[in-house]
């Protein structure tokens, strides 16, 4: 089974989620691909997608919306999982799923949603992006939990693996 793993990332955190999406999905036995949005011209070959994304002001990156928009069609018909990567602090806030993840379950009938922690590095970070950190007090550091994030990609292989998906 062929799954692409496809990811939305404006300073690498997210892609490296994306990563460790695609390591454990390999190490189950599945072929996955692991791509930026930006390098997905087509679905065609792919049995199911993995997508994620970073968040921002509550929201999915623009070209993360732009992919489901021009991809939609192809995504409702095929398995599919949705990621977010974003809270940071201890405990990781806020804890809301971004503003559209809602609609796009619906829309495109994703088996899941999960929103993971995020990282936050000032040395990644221009110079409107350190004082709106500073404005909000965002705490600085790695939030991702690496351990539910191979948990839930092992659960993701699995589901793919079970005679109903291969059907």
């Known amino acids: 089974m062929n799954v692409l793993?496809?990811?939305?990332?404006?300073h690498?955190?997210?892609?490296q989620i994306g990563e460790v999406v695609a390591t454990t999905l390999r190490a189950r036995g599945l072929h996955a691909d692991m791509r930026r949005v930006e390098e997905v011209t087509s679905l065609d070959g792919y049995d199911a997608v993995v997508l994620g994304s970073s968040v921002?002001?509550?929201?999915w990156l623009r070209r993360a919306r732009?992919?489901?928009d021009a991809f939609e069609a192809e995504l409702s018909r095929r398995p599919l999982w949705l990621f977010s990567s974003g809270?940071?602090?201890d405990p990781p806030k806020p804890l809301e799923n971004p503003a559209e993840i809602?609609?796009?379950v619906k829309r495109l009938g994703s088996r899941s949603h999960r929103l993971f922690g995020g990282r936050i590095e000032g040395d990644q970070l221009g110079l409107a992006e350190k004082a709106l950190v500073a404005l909000v007090r965002a705490p600085y550091g790695d939030y991702r939990?690496?351990?539910?994030?191979?948990?839930w990609a092992e659960a993701i292989a699995l589901e793919l693996q079970a005679?109903?998906?291969?059907?």
Do not use: C, D, K, Q
């Open 145 to 151: 939990p690496w351990s539910e994030i191979s948990v």
């Open 12 to 15: 690498g955190a997210s892609l």
């Open 102 to 104: 809602a609609t796009f």
């Open 56 to 59: 921002y002001a509550g929201h």
């Open 5 to 10: 793993v496809v990811v939305a990332s404006r």
């Open 66 to 68: 732009v992919f489901v």
């Open 87 to 89: 809270p940071i602090g």
């Open 163 to 167: 005679p109903a998906a291969r059907a």
